[in-house]
């Protein structure tokens, strides 16, 4: 098994795709205690270490290199600051970069990153990992064309050591219309779970801004996009559906209970397997458990770009 050294690791979404596809995962490392809680319950085997990147001064030696730096600074969720400190993280990856120099290094963000105002810091990240010695390869790709049911886009910056000589390709989609495998949906995701998990889910009002655009679909289909703040994590399909009003304003089309999907069911829909657990350690809060999952990359996902790399490891 070639050996992965992952950073950002979170609860593990990446890693979980690293570990389907063969890999084993040497070290992690967050700086929030219940990714850390959640990722050991789930992956004893990895050593976790938990604090901030800043002060890892040695990583072990590895052939792969992940990494999913914060995305605030780039997402539709977070304050959109080109400046913001936390944006220039990528810079500590490349730091484990320049002292693992592993034969390959996959990094997940928002696919926001592609816009105008942060082409500078993508541009940045390519200057700073092809000055290591990589050819870098970047690919936008929607998790629910991998078998994940939901719509989520995100940035894959791939890169392979210049001494291979070789060309990073990313993986064709498998799901969906007109492909080998048909688009995988909430209904089939959330099979056996029961209907209202009380404590399980954020049941603060549905807020004027919630109500802003569409946050509902049916069963039949992938989900939204799964966030970190649960007060935006979208509608399950037994709640009402929305219908809209005017520009910016929507209503439950009927009367009923409404609800929005618990942590589970958003760990479902994120494609991590059924039996993840969720330890209940002093850090767990509600907001905690949104959060690591919202967070995560979608393991399917991560498997398919990961199982793309060439084989490069003997
Ligand atoms: C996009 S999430 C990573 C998700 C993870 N790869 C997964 O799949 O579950 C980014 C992570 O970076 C962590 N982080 C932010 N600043 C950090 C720092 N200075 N040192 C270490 N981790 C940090 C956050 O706590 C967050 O879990």
Redesign the pocket.
């Known amino acids: 098994m070639p050996n992965a050294v992952?950073?950002?690791?979170?609860?593990?979404?990446?890693?979980?795709g690293l570990l389907a596809a063969g890999f084993n995962v040497l070290m992690a490392?967050?700086?929030?205690p219940y990714?850390q809680d959640v990722y050991v319950a789930n992956h004893p085997e990895t050593e976790y270490v938990l604090?901030?990147?800043?002060k890892i001064e040695h990583f072990p030696d590895a052939e792969l290199l992940?990494?999913?730096?914060?995305?605030q600074g780039f997402s539709q969720g977070g304050v959109r600051d080109p400046s913001r400190k936390?944006n220039t993280?990528y810079l500590?990856f490349a730091r484990a970069l320049k002292q693992i120099k592993p034969k390959a290094f996959i990094v997940?963000?928002v696919s926001g990153m592609v816009r105008a105002n942060f082409r500078h810091l993508l541009e940045d990240q390519f200057k700073v990992f092809s000055e290591v010695g990589y050819n870098v390869k970047a690919g936008v790709l929607n998790a629910a064309d991998y078998g994940v049911p939901q719509e989520r886009k995100r940035i894959f910056i791939v890169g392979l050591r210049n001494d291979l000589g070789l060309e990073y390709e990313f993986p064709l989609p498998t799901h969906g219309k007109g492909r080998s495998e048909p688009t995988a949906t909430i209904g089939a995701a959330l099979e056996g779970m029961p209907e209202w998990p009380e404590g399980e889910f954020y049941d603060l009002d549905f807020h004027w801004y919630y109500l802003s655009r569409n946050r509902w679909r049916g069963w039949c289909e992938p989900s939204k996009t799964i966030v970190a703040n649960p007060r935006h994590m979208p509608l399950h399909p037994m709640s009402p559906r929305l219908v809209k009003i005017e520009h910016n304003v929507w209503r439950f089309a009927s009367e009923g209970r409404a609800r929005r999907f618990s942590y589970r069911e958003a760990a479902r829909l994120q494609g991590f397997k059924r039996d993840m657990v969720f330890p209940d350690s002093s850090s767990g809060s509600l907001n905690n458990r949104y959060t690591?999952v919202g967070?995560?990359?979608p393991?399917p996902l991560?498997e398919a770009v990961a199982r793309a790399l060439p084989e490069i490891w003997d």
């Open positions: 992952s950073l950002f690791s979170g609860c593990g979404g990446s890693d979980a490392n967050d700086i929030l990714a604090g901030d990147i800043r992940v990494g999913c730096y914060p995305c936390i993280l500590e997940e963000n690591v967070n995560a990359v393991p991560f």
